[in-house]
């Protein structure tokens, strides 16, 4: 009591001077407790911040990328951004996808994923199936020339040029290409083997190989751009055929490549003195007419001078003959 009562008489003995200069302290020792309070309170949050956010490093592009283009090392970077800001999914590495093709369109600055991305070429369509320094090229086959459907996807042909047109009397033969990658065989480029029929697996039967093609119709060649260009004008001359080569051929190229087959000239040089030369056939009659002794009702006709190489010729009138 005797504290409080002190308290109120010194508030009571104060003039309006002191009680505004004790105000004026009050106040100002409560704006450096409410500053102190407020500093320690940024100062923890700030400081927490740093430490309770993780971050983690991510593959961006640096550039823009178009669909189907081949991804290379300088179109990407490497930044750290926060963990809740990453997908789940993110790439962490370049090496993972340097050399897949985009399979959509990703914007500079794009976190790349596995989803944007093709796994490997052959995945990017038929496009990524044809070798780089390669074209498509598609030539019409039936079951003879195609190798009877034998020859699939993947495999590895020779291609022949038959020309029926003959130059000078042959019928000519040529291998134009060898070791050409087949890429697909009547629109089929998965190269997988034919299944089995229904009836064959009720059976439990097994095949010893893939199954042929039936009616191959069409196939699909990868060649260089200017072998293209003469394998299309090699359609035009004559039939191109396929040969399958085996897996490990003991020849892998071969240099006799052309082969020409001669036409039969023998029958026609000797059928053609049959119709050359029928005028010696009035000359050898002439002794038959005079050994019949009989006189003809006219006279004969003068025969035709024939040219045997001799300057003289026998004329026949009724019954006699002179040299002229």
Known sequence: MKLI???????????????????????????????MVLSNSGGQNGGGAKETIPMV???????????????????????????????????????????????????????????????????AGFPGMVPEDCRAVTLAIDDVTGVSGFALPGDYVDVMLISD?????????????????????????????ASASKDDKDKGATTAGPKAVDKPATATLAV?????????????????????????????????TTYDVSLD??????????????????????PAARSSGGASSKPAAKTPKVDRGVDTVEVIRGTSSTKE
Do not use: C, H, W
Request: net charge positive; proline share 8%.
């Open 265 to 286: 000239q023998g029958k026609s040089q000797a059928s053609a003195p049959q119709t050359s030369a029928p005028a010696p056939a009035p000359v050898q009659s002439a």
């Open 165 to 193: 047109k003959l130059q000078n009397g042959k019928v000519t033969g040529e291998v134009v290409m060898q070791n050409v990658l087949l890429l697909g065989i009547n629109k089929d480029t998965d190269g997988a083997a």
């Open 5 to 35: 009562e002190k308290i109120a008489g010194f508030f009571e003995n104060l003039t309006p001077r002191g009680l505004l200069g004790l105000s004026a302290a009050a106040g100002l020792l409560a704006f450096a407790l409410i500053f």
């Open 57 to 123: 490093k991510v593959v961006t592009a640096k550039v823009d990328i178009a669909p189907r283009t081949e991804i290379r090392e300088e179109m990407l970077k490497v930044v750290e951004i926060p963990q809740a800001a990453s997908p789940d999914d993110a790439v962490k590495e370049i090496s993972a996808v340097v050399g897949k093709p985009a399979r959509v369109a990703i914007m500079n600055g794009d976190v790349l994923t596995p989803k944007k991305v093709f796994p490997d070429k052959k995945s």
């Open 224 to 256: 260089r751009p200017e072998e293209a260009v003469r394998l299309s004008v090699a359609s035009q001359v004559g039939k191109l055929y396929l040969a399958l080569r085996p897996f490990k051929p003991t020849n892998r190229y071969i240099t006799d």
